[in-house]
């Protein structure tokens, strides 16, 4: 209908008809019976009608101009999933889970045509009339349409005589322009399980149909053939297990909560399902070459997959089937791809022989000889290992033990004999719920170090940095990463929100893979020397920015100074800047001018600084004078665009309400005790000169006093008491 209406049904049976331009509902209506889980527009634009379907099996006609509904459509007996109309635009298809797909006259309301599919249907496409489908065993005219439902395949009908006319090739193919029959060997036998689609739209511009499927995955079916383009998934469920796929760790496999193997392609991610495992897959193991990839699943067997390396393309190529539970464990050889090792939950150990030739371009599957088998542990083997030069395998199991086997080589090709010998070791010393990892030595197989850190059991451990360094992955969602010499974690990396199952890193020890419980697959990778790098290019930077401020302090260049020293981050070198210019006989003024010079980002910087310097009153008039000035030449709608600005002020609050109060108070007292040393000294200078006063008084008057005798002779007969007390007058009068 109009392009710019949008219609909802809802469990509560009403109908609404949207604007979505102007955001409100035009039309809601009521009638139906139940759950309207369909809704559709008709393409005559002239009459507006929309058509719903409810659980009530009806479908309604409801018209836009009256609101009223102008026909009811009743010929299935189960929940109608689906409503399309044909390129004529008088044809109405509707599909359901009945089975059927109805063709109805929509002007007389009557069903022309009856197919049935076979299957409970959850959708159906129309095909367009123009271009060449003959791929599809499209022949002339009429309607053909495509049916999606509970058996997981696209399939294409002819409505004329109500014939299915191609079959989409089932999904195990895995990869485009595989047949049916490859696609029958690689699924390998028994596996019957049906994915159901639940939607499928009709792509014009890409010319092909989306499918999605019940397990949340969306599939791009090309027209022509309706082999896949691209597959995109949607949600992993748990994840189990991730492996770096391919020989240059391009694709990355991963083991879910599904029976379902996940192959994506790291530069696109394009998502390629290997389908045959009848059961959930457990583990994952990459032979030395990485084009090659083991699985094992709770269907008690053992899958080997093949990497076309031009096309990517994976496909199964043998089958190991032996165990009596569940294989919980698998791992290649790494000298060469000679064999495979498989634990399981029925206690044993199986050496699978592999042969040579095995190449994803075949379609025949081998079935795998096993070579040894041997009751390992007296509980479920949870892990197994190879050693480098293949001569080792180590086993762990849930009797907290590990022991280590001998593998014997054959002497001769065509010989039946080797297999493993042992146990060589048994190693304990793990205890319920293993939370630490121990490192052993194989001459005299005694623990050299612990590491400990998880706070819950460790999942999986891999040797990197050439075996200087152990990752290792825990209950408790977290990645360490230990240094062996130091017997130190180093880094810990926390992405998941759950059990981290999965841990694998790359050939080149650059990235790592991690998948969890909480259906994330976080892909790290090494930045150390990125890092370090950086860092010495910024101790680099930083040193002639150091060097550079000092010689524009020195030259008196105030401004460059303080844009270099905000540019570094440093508050007190800008302090230290401020102080110098305020120091300098007009220096208000030359701040003023400096700080009105500079950028906006610049005065916010500078903003921040000033609210940490008002904290201290060494520096707090500093910070009153930078704030005097930028309240004084930033307008408040421009502080307002500052982007601390709100916290800035919440920080000043507090200090101009109380600290500031406090500053001023410590100012008077510093300015009245400054009064008070004036006041002293100027009492101090005031008795100083009082004295001073009065002894010369003093002198005045013993000078004027007249000397009275009996006789002029008698002065001689002084007595020399005498004259030393008339000395100090004869001294003043002198």
Not at 248 to 258: E, F, I
Not at 432 to 450: E, I, Q, Y
Not at 451 to 472: C, I, N, P, Y
Not at 700 to 728: I, T, W
Request: aromatic share 6%; proline share 3%.
């Amino acid at each position: 209908c109009d392009a710019f209406l949008g219609g909802a049904g809802s469990s509560d049976a009403t109908i609404k008809v949207w604007d979505i331009v102007k955001q409100y509902c035009t039309h809601n209506f009521r009638g139906s019976s139940g759950v309207v889980g369909v809704v559709a527009f008709h393409p005559d634009t002239s009459c507006p009608r929309v058509l719903s379907a409810a659980s009530d099996c009806k479908i309604r006609v409801w018209d836009l101009q009256s609101g009223a509904c102008s026909a009811t459509l009743d010929g299935h007996y189960s929940a109608v999933t689906a409503l399309r109309f044909a390129c004529d635009g008088r044809t109405l298809l509707s599909a359901g889970r009945d089975s059927v797909v109805l063709l109805w006259e929509l002007e007389a309301g009557v069903v022309r045509k009856t197919v049935p599919v076979y299957e409970p249907l959850e959708d159906l496409v129309v095909l367009p009339e123009e271009g060449d489908q003959s791929a599809l065993g499209v022949q002339g005219k009429g309607i053909h349409f495509v049916t999606a439902g509970s058996k997981g395949t696209l399939r294409v009908w002819d409505a004329a005589n109500a014939r299915c006319v191609f079959t989409a090739p089932p999904p195990e193919a895995g990869s485009p322009g595989d047949d049916a029959a490859a696609a029958a060997a690689s699924a390998g036998p028994g596996d019957g399980a049906e994915r159901t689609i639940v939607q499928a739209h009709l792509v014009p511009a890409l010319g092909q149909i989306a499918a999605v499927t019940s397990d949340h995955n969306i599939i791009l079916h090309a027209l022509g053939g309706l082999t896949v383009a691209k597959q995109f998934v949607g949600y992993n469920d748990e994840v189990l297990d991730v492996k770096f796929l391919g020989k240059t760790d391009s694709h990355v496999a991963v083991a879910t909560n599904s029976a379902q193997i996940k192959i994506f392609q790291l530069d696109s991610s394009h998502c390629q399902l290997l389908h045959g495992h009848r059961d959930m897959v457990l583990a994952l193991d990459v032979s030395r070459r990485g084009t090659m990839l083991a699985s094992s699943s709770k269907d008690r067997t053992v899958r080997v997959w093949s990497m076309e390396e031009a096309s990517g393309h994976v496909r199964c190529v043998a089958v190991a089937t032996g165990h009596a539970h569940a294989v919980g464990a698998v791992a290649w050889s790494r000298l060469k791809d000679g064999f495979l090792v498989s634990g399981s939950q029925d206690c044993t150990l199986k050496l699978w022989d592999l042969p040579k030739g095995l190449s994803p371009s075949g379609t025949a599957t081998t079935a795998l000889t096993c070579r040894f088998t041997e009751k390992a542990h007296d509980k479920d083997v949870n892990s197994v290992a190879v050693s480098p030069n293949d001569r080792l395998v180590a086993s762990g199991s849930q009797d907290h033990t590990v022991r280590l086997w001998a593998v014997a080589a054959k002497k001769k090709k065509e010989e039946e004999g080797g297999g493993l010998r042992g146990p060589v070791a048994v190693l304990r010393g793990h205890r319920r719920g293993v939370c630490s990892v121990r490192l052993w030595g194989l001459h005299d197989f005694a623990c050299l170090k612990t590491f400990e850190g998880h706070d819950a059991s460790v999942l999986k451990v891999v040797f990197v940095a050439r075996g200087t360094q152990l990752l290792t992955s825990g209950s408790d969602g977290l990645v360490k990463l230990w240094t062996i010499k130091t017997n130190e974690c180093v880094r810990t990396l926390d992405a998941h929100d759950g059990k981290v199952w999965g841990l694998h890193g790359s050939r080149d020890d650059e990235r790592v893979l991690t998948g969890g419980s909480d259906a994330c697959i976080v892909l790290w990778k090494d930045v150390t020397q990125e890092e370090q790098e950086e860092e010495r290019k910024k101790e680099e930077e930083q040193l002639l920015k150091r060097q550079e401020l000092s010689n524009l302090l020195h030259e008196k260049k105030y401004l460059k100074a303080l844009r270099l020293a905000i540019s570094l981050d440093q508050p007190h070198t800008t302090l230290t800047v401020i102080q110098a210019i305020l120091d300098e006989t007009g220096g208000r003024e030359d701040l003023e001018a400096t700080i009105a010079k500079l950028r906006q980002d610049q005065k916010e910087s500078l903003l921040k600084f000033a609210v940490t310097w008002n904290t201290n009153s060494r520096s707090c008039h500093e910070a009153h004078a930078v704030l005097t000035t930028l309240f004084r030449h930033v307008s408040p709608g421009d502080l307002l665009r500052f982007a601390n600005v709100q916290p800035a002020v919440e920080a000043l609050l507090p200090y101009s309400a109380l600290v500031t109060e406090r500053h001023f108070q410590r100012m008077g007292r510093l300015l009245q005790a400054a009064m008070f040393v004036d006041y002293t000294w100027r009492s101090m200078r005031l008795v100083s000169d009082f004295k001073s006063t009065d002894a010369m008084e003093v002198d005045g008057v013993d000078a004027a006093r007249p000397s009275f005798s009996e006789d002029s002779g008698s002065e001689s007969e002084l007595s020399e008491e005498d004259e030393e007390k008339e000395q100090p007058c004869s001294t003043s009068e002198e």
